[in-house]
């Protein structure tokens, strides 16, 4: 018989989170280079047999050619004899090696262990603990010294898993009252790992609860600019809803002071029932749902009848199975989970409690009555799951939880029972961090040598977007990494989500599945409009939504949003009517489902709609609700693009006309003006032969003023031009419309003669714009059109040295404006008034300038308000003299990094027709180097380009101040040659 193999010793540890090396007994054994990267690929499967063409492979597969089989037995060799005293470590077995070590021995799996339990544990405390006892396992980079590929991957994918460790350390942190310990920690974490949004949320978390709000929103605002630069996207919601929370100083983001949760004193009522039947452990783990397991126990104390809501796949059964085990101790009399997947009728529900309580042999007659029974004499909780499907039963569940008094009842279901004492908890998909976390955990158990690292994070990052974060759809995707590239997932993901694991119910195993599951419980007219809904894009409005299906639609609304098919989204936080909404999953779904003349009609009527909502919202652009429709443009703004989308497709001319031209003004204020000539040009693209109806002239504006904002003054003057001629031709519509028409394209060409400065004809151009629009009716365009000419005739006035006639129309154009509340018009005036004004009165141009960048700033026009800030710095610094107090000369290095920052955000001069001195500006900002150095001037600048909006409104009023109380000169602010347009970025 042959001897025993002598086991690893207990002393022996091999460290690869840093340089490579094996301790026995806390001392390093020696090992030279080819043996640590022997030692390095057994390591990497420890426990098990590596093959040895696979350990060959690994360690000298790049060295040129694998070495004789005696040389790779000669290294393994070595290393045996150098681990001898640390016992039977390094054995063989067919076909290879084995590296048998402990389950503490390799410190790669003691930090995985930990941090798994971290993620696992409830206590906040002990969770912290774990992760801190993981992180300190690492040394260094992991592999620091084996080059080989294998290395470098397990590096890569440890690496990930730090990371993962750090992000849980800092959210522990923060719960538990660290904020401030933690924050030079966070500030080198984001420096290093500027992409990951959920060290940002912790970092600006941080700073909030340390009283620095405005450094808060920085980091804030420069995630967006990062990600917008790097990654092509937006932060997601978790970033966008921290920083509304962080401007309106919410309460919720005070820091908490956790206190142990006690522990529940012993029963005194009867022994825990033998019948508990507890939710079955699951294989993985919970993601993203640790505080709200928590919230929802304790809301199990005040709530007796308690129902999970949300849409299929969200994860209602594991949430309550969750909650069920963590609140266990708070139940001594039991706690018992029932499926109801497979249960068909509402009369089979009791029976199902029965036989789940130990009752199989309850009849029909006295079930309730047997059941409340089992059920009474001590606090119980009972799980019903999967109720959607047998509603009908909610008058017996009522019932048993009146009847027994200590019994709590969870439920999960798609739609609550309506009835009477119900709480409802509406089951959220994952934000942003738990969402990736959860595809990354799920992809590693099928391919373990997937990471998320800078080529397949933006990939995940667009698939969790695409699911809308909902568990199921991101568990089915993430099983598709055995066999797809994530890149390749992301263009995929309907064949990814088709099927899944063989162990849930049919209805769980695909996406398509669990929703046709909802579809087919609805009633058949709320079956139409989920059907219908399909053509909505971004969410709507209860207004919008009667527009487009007539005014009987509430109560089939309500029906899709009980059963957790539409979600309901609070108003924005300067108020407007609540909006609906519809997850990405679900409503391509809905899209599938509309088909043939139903989706003909129902996006016909959707554009036909969005055409009134623009012509209304083209209305409001030019008077005092300006900021109001902007806003509400910015939530409808995808509903119109698709009801472009659908009306050029569809070669409606007249009604694709209709929504550019609602659109065009919106398009520039918001600087999307490469969407806004696209879709203008497809729509002019669209013209018949022969003269065109007005609905086409006014599409072939918009293209003129998209091009010209973009500074292709050749194409804008050539547009303006044919639409001109177009509009004198046409018969259609009224005098009045056709004069408006006419009115805009002379205004056109107008801005066309200024920007080239030719100012003869620029001013009988702006006078020919008034006098077709002085006598069209106050509800048309033509006010505006007087308004803006009078600010583009004082313009050329005023350059061609006619100041008296710059000032008289200028005032006019301001009275107009203010007198109907139009910022824009209101703004341009004020620019003006600035140049005309300053050469003998700075204050009264510092004035106007800070006057037009709070409106610039309600207005949300960037492209503007880069003019007045670059105006403003030019005014003061030659007011200011070459030596302003430090202070101040780096608060004009901050203004003039702002209005960089803002015109290169919008990437082009949209405001060609304002007068710019070039020269000026950069002298400027050659002073403001002079006076603070390279150094400090950075450190503005980087301040300048982080600031939000208001904060630079707030920084210009007090600069200005500041500067014109020091020093009252007249200054000369006549400009110098008209600027080059900025090229699009």
């Excluded at 690496?159 to 660290?178: I, P, V, W």
């Excluded at 069209?776 to 600010?791: E, F, H, Q, T």
């Amino acid at each position: 018989m042959a001897a025993p193999q002598r086991a690893a010793g207990p002393d022996v540890e091999v460290r690869v989170l840093g340089a490579v090396e094996v301790l026995v007994a806390g001392t390093a054994v020696a090992l030279g280079p080819s043996l640590r990267a022997v030692l390095a690929a057994l390591a990497l499967d420890a426990g098990r047999v590596v093959g040895a063409d696979v350990l060959a492979e690994r360690t000298w597969g790049q060295a040129g050619g694998r070495p004789a089989a005696s040389t790779m037995h000669s290294s393994v060799s070595r290393l045996r004899r150098a681990l001898a005293p640390a016992g039977d470590v390094l054995r063989t077995r067919a076909p290879g090696y084995q590296l048998a070590l402990g389950p503490d021995a390799l410190d790669a799996a003691v930090f995985e262990g930990l941090l798994d339990r971290a993620h696992a544990e409830q206590d906040p405390t002990s969770a912290h603990r774990a992760v801190t006892q993981a992180l300190a396992r690492w040394r260094g980079p992991a592999y620091a010294d084996v080059g080989a590929d294998f290395a470098r991957e397990e590096a890569h994918r440890l690496e990930g898993r730090r990371l993962s460790a750090l992000e849980l350390r800092a959210r522990l942190d923060l719960a538990l009252g660290r904020h401030r310990e933690v924050l030079a920690d966070l500030a080198d974490l984001v420096d290093r790992h500027p992409l990951h949004e959920d060290l940002r949320a912790s970092l600006a978390l941080a700073l909030y609860r340390s009283s620095r709000q405005a450094e808060a929103l920085a980091v804030l605002d420069d995630a967006r600019r990062v990600l917008q630069r790097e990654l092509g996207l937006d932060p997601g919601p978790q970033l966008r809803r921290l920083r509304d929370l962080v401007l309106r100083q919410d309460p919720s983001l005070e820091a908490p002071e956790p206190a142990p949760r006690p522990t529940p004193p012993p029963a005194a009522g009867p022994a825990r029932s033998a019948a508990t039947t507890a939710p079955a452990v699951p294989t993985t783990s919970l993601v993203g749902r640790d505080a709200e397991v928590e919230a929802l126990r304790a809301r199990l104390g005040s709530s007796r009848l308690l129902t999970l809501t949300g849409t299929g796949g969200v994860g209602k059964t594991r949430l309550a199975a969750a909650v069920a085990r963590t609140a266990a101790a708070d139940f001594p009399h039991g706690t018992w989970f029932v499926p109801l997947a497979m249960v068909t009728h509402a009369a089979g529900v009791l029976p199902a409690v029965a036989r789940a309580v130990g009752l199989p042999q309850a009849t029909d007659d006295d079930v309730l009555d047997d059941v409340a029974t089992r059920l009474s004499g001590g606090r119980g909780l009972l799980v019903l799951d999967n109720c959607e499907h047998l509603l009908e039963a909610a008058t017996d569940v009522a019932a048993l939880a009146a009847r027994c008094p200590d019994l709590s009842v969870l439920v999960t279901s798609r739609a609550p029972l309506r009835v009477s004492g119900e709480a409802e908890h509406r089951v959220e998909p994952l934000a942003a961090a738990p969402a990736r976390e959860l595809f990354v955990q799920r992809a590693q158990a099928v391919a373990p040598r997937f990471v998320l690292d800078e080529r397949t994070g933006p990939a995940v990052q667009a698939v969790c977007r695409a699911v809308s974060g909902i568990p199921l759809a991101l568990e089915l995707a993430a099983a598709r990494v055995r066999t797809l590239d994530v890149e390749d997932l992301l263009g995929r993901l309907d064949q990814a989500l088709a099927s899944g694991p063989r162990d849930l119910p049919e209805r769980q195993r695909s996406v398509r599945a669990t929703l046709d599951w909802s579809y087919h419980l609805l009633d058949p007219g709320a079956q139409g409009l989920f059907r219908r809904i399909g053509v909505f894009t971004g969410g709507w409005t209860l207004e919008q939504l009667e527009e487009v299906e007539g005014p009987d639609v509430l109560q089939h609304l309500h029906t899709l949003v009980e059963h957790s098919l539409v979600g309901v989204d609070p108003p924005a936080a300067g108020g407007g009517p609540a909006r609906y909404s519809v997850l990405e999953p679900t409503v391509q779904h809905a899209r599938r489902l509309l088909t043939g003349a139903e989706r003909d009609a129902a996006a016909r009527a959707h554009a036909e709609a969005f055409a009134r909502l623009t012509e209304r919202a083209a209305a409001g652009y030019r008077s005092a609700e300006q900021v109001r429709w902007l806003d509400r443009m910015d939530r409808e703004h995808p509903n119109v693009l698709a009801a472009l989308d659908w009306a050029v497709g569809a070669g409606r001319a007249d009604l694709a006309g209709r929504l550019v031209w609602g659109s065009w003004l919106f398009w520039w204020l918001r600087g999307q003006l490469r969407t806004g000539r696209r879709y203008a040009e497809a729509v002019v693209s669209l013209a018949p032969p022969g003269p065109v109806g007005l609905a086409l002239v006014r599409a072939r504006t918009a293209c003129a003023a998209m091009a010209f904002a973009q500074g292709d003054g050749e194409a804008a003057r050539a547009h303006w031009a044919q639409a001109l001629s177009e509009a004198r031709a046409s018969t259609d519509g009224s005098r009045a419309e056709r004069l408006e028409a006419s009115a805009h394209c002379e205004a056109g060409l107008g801005i066309c003669a200024l920007t080239d400065a030719d100012l003869d004809t620029a001013a009988t151009q702006h006078r020919r714009a008034i006098d077709l629009a002085r006598d069209l009716p106050a509800d048309s365009w033509g006010p505006w059109i007087v308004r803006l000419n009078l600010v583009w005739g004082a313009t050329a006035a005023w350059r061609a040295g006619r100041l008296e006639d710059a000032r008289r129309d200028l005032r006019a154009a301001l009275r107009a404006a203010r007198g109907v509340g139009d910022r824009l018009a209101t703004y341009m005036g004020l620019y003006n008034t600035a140049l005309v004004e300053g050469g003998v009165d700075p204050h009264g141009a510092a004035a106007a300038l800070l006057e037009g960048l709070r409106l610039s700033e309600q207005m949300g026009d960037l492209a503007n308000l880069s003019y007045f800030l670059e105006a403003l710095v030019v005014l003061l610094v030659r007011v200011g003299g070459p030596a302003p107090d430090p202070a101040t000369t780096e608060l004009l290095a901050v203004l003039a990094a702002a209005a960089a920052t803002a015109r290169e955000t919008v990437g082009f001069e949209v405001y060609r027709y304002y007068p710019r001195d070039a020269a000026a500006a950069a002298a400027a900002r050659e002073a403001l180097r002079a006076g603070l150095g390279e150094h400090r001037l950075q450190q503005a600048t980087a301040r300048g380009r982080q600031a939000p909006p208001a904060e630079v409104v707030a920084l210009a009023t007090g600069a200005a101040g500041t500067v014109l109380a020091a020093a009252p000169v007249t200054v000369d602010l006549t400009p110098g040659p008209a600027a080059e347009p900025t090229p699009a970025s």
